[in-house]
């Protein structure tokens, strides 16, 4: 069964690269969010096997979207995703709970090999 992913990012250009690389690749998108707090509404509402989660958003940030999940649901699987030069909350994301991150702009294999050492 194919995994199902949630895309959380504020940029829709992001979202549909993302999803397209996961699409090709034989994954499921469970859903996309544009902010933190969709992002978390989504987790809950669709219960993904993985999100992939933008840093910086309007309404809540990426790290506090992440904390939110991980009280939902401990055993969240979750992958930052960050423009280069936030490394500082690149360790925070990791602090929290984070199982890998992704850095801006997206290279399709690193993607790749990221979600499939979260969900094989």
Same mark, same amino acid.
């Given at each position: 069964?194919? $995994?199902?992913? /949630?895309?959380?990012? %504020?940029a829709?250009?992001?979202? &549909?690269m993302?999803?397209?690389? +996961?699409? !090709?690749?034989?994954?499921a998108?469970?859903g ?14 669709? $219960?993904?096997? /993985?999100?992939?989660? %933008?840093i910086?958003?309007?309404? &809540?940030?990426g790290?506090?979207? +992440?904390? !939110? ?30 199982r ?8 399709a ?11 094989g």
């Open positions: 069964m194919a $995994k199902n992913i /949630l895309i959380c990012d %504020d829709a250009f992001m979202r &549909m993302i999803k397209d690389i +996961l699409i !090709k690749n034989g994954y998108v469970a996309e969010a544009e902010n933190g707090l969709k992002g978390v509404e989504k987790y809950n509402e669709l $219960k993904p096997d /993985l999100v992939l989660m %933008d910086t958003m309007p309404e &809540m940030d790290i506090e979207a +992440l904390r !939110k999940i991980k009280e939902l649901d401990p055993g969240a699987k979750v992958i930052m995703c960050s423009a280069m030069g936030q490394q500082a909350m690149v360790i925070e994301a990791i602090q929290a709970g984070a890998d991150f992704i850095v801006k702009p997206f290279q294999d690193r993607v790749l090999e990221a979600v499939k050492k979260v969900v």
